[in-house]
């Protein structure tokens, strides 16, 4: 049984629950990183935890807050993330694809829960195709600020 990683802050509480439950019915093991509550909280705290988790144990992590934005721009602070935000599937297909994405960020108050499911989805079936795109990640794990 695979892990998953799922965080959000108050903004994404709501979408954070219904998702970690169809990742249960799915069969995956769910490893939810907070928030506990609508109860306002810092999304930084929930995003470096849960990407502490990911770079640990090698599997996917999703994170949501209202926008998203805040979640990918903390999440890819940590070296061994590579976070999106997506706002559609092909976006979702094409991170994990070419990108090798392993963190998923989505906004809560950006997408509709079945856009979200459908995202998710498309997140978690595709796969990593290697090649070129292997050569591009590590050329962009060479750049220093």
């Known amino acids: ?26 069969g995956y093991k ?41 979640m990918s721009i903390a999440a890819n602070r940590n070296p061994a993330i590579r976070a999106a935000l997506c706002a559609n599937e092909l976006s979702a297909r094409m991170c994990r694809r070419h990108n090798n994405a392993n963190v998923l960020c989505l906004g809560a108050r950006i997408i509709g829960e079945e856009l979200a499911l459908a995202i998710m989805t498309a997140f978690l079936e595709s796969k990593f195709e290697g090649g070129r795109h292997q050569r591009r990640l590590d050329e962009i794990g060479q750049i220093k600020s």
């Open 30 to 70: 769910v490893e939810d990183h907070g928030a506990n509550s609508t109860e306002s909280c810092d999304y930084p705290l929930i995003a470096r935890d849960l990407c502490k988790a990911v770079a640990a144990d090698g599997n996917l992590g999703i994170l949501i807050c209202g926008t998203g934005i805040g």
């Open 1 to 26: 049984m695979s892990v998953i990683h799922i965080g959000s802050d108050h903004a994404g509480f709501q979408l954070k629950s219904l998702l970690a439950g169809e990742l249960a019915k799915l």
